[in-house]
């Protein structure tokens, strides 16, 4: 697989589902002000995987947040089974503790076959975590922060994605053009 076909196809995501579909309104601004690095692992296994998420934390936490706000770990050899993904989240959360930046980074995930809990695998909502590839979105709790301190009801973010989704359904997605 091609890695800048693979960081085409998440920005192709990232600007016609997250900003387009106003998913997260907060990607707009990183994404315009070009403080997203986007990262694709070559690991084959979750441990290669871990290794390179620890690289990417640790730098991410070195850089200045006005270059790098934000990472995105895109991992299209490992991981590709949702609940394999899902296992592996833990690991992901006890390396950030392991590496003492717990309260300082943190961990959005998003994968080509996320399933919320409870929900039917076709069901529209769970495309609101839907990415082309899996994908471990690394975080600043400090932009964080400010961001919710710049919209008065985060809460309704996800009400409003639900929204968002019922209206636009399967048919709309797929007319987004997204890869799969």
């Known amino acids: 697989m091609n890695e800048n076909q693979v960081i085409a ?7 016609k ?9 907060f990607a707009k601004a990183v994404h315009v002000n070009e403080r997203i690095r986007y990262v694709v692992s070559d690991a ?12 990417e ?12 706000d934000t990472t995105l770990v895109i991992h299209p050899h490992v991981l590709t089974d949702f609940l394999d993904f899902n296992d592996f989240l833990d690991a992901a959360d006890a390396l ?6 717990d309260g300082i980074l943190q961990i959005a995930d998003f994968h080509p076959a ?6 039917e695998p076709d069901d529209i909502a769970n495309y609101s975590n839907r990415s082309p590839y899996p994908t471990l979105h690394i975080l600043r709790e400090d932009s964080i922060e400010r961001a919710v301190e710049s919209m008065p009801d ?5 009400e409003n994605n639900l929204e968002t989704l019922d209206k636009l359904g399967h048919e709309g ?3 987004l053009g997204l890869k799969k």
Do not use: H, M
Not at 96 to 101: F, G, R, T
């Open 9 to 15: 196809d998440t920005r192709d995501w990232v600007v």
């Open 17 to 25: 589902a997250v900003i387009g579909l106003n998913l997260c309104p």
């Open 44 to 55: 084959t296994d979750p441990e290669a995987l871990l290794k390179d998420l620890a690289r």
């Open 173 to 175: 997605w797929a007319a």
């Open 96 to 101: 950030i503790e392991d590496l003492k930046l």
């Open 57 to 68: 934390l640790l730098a991410l936490n070195r850089a200045d947040p006005d270059e790098v």
């Open 154 to 158: 985060t809460a309704s973010i996800y």
């Open 114 to 119: 996320y399933q919320f809990a409870d929900s």
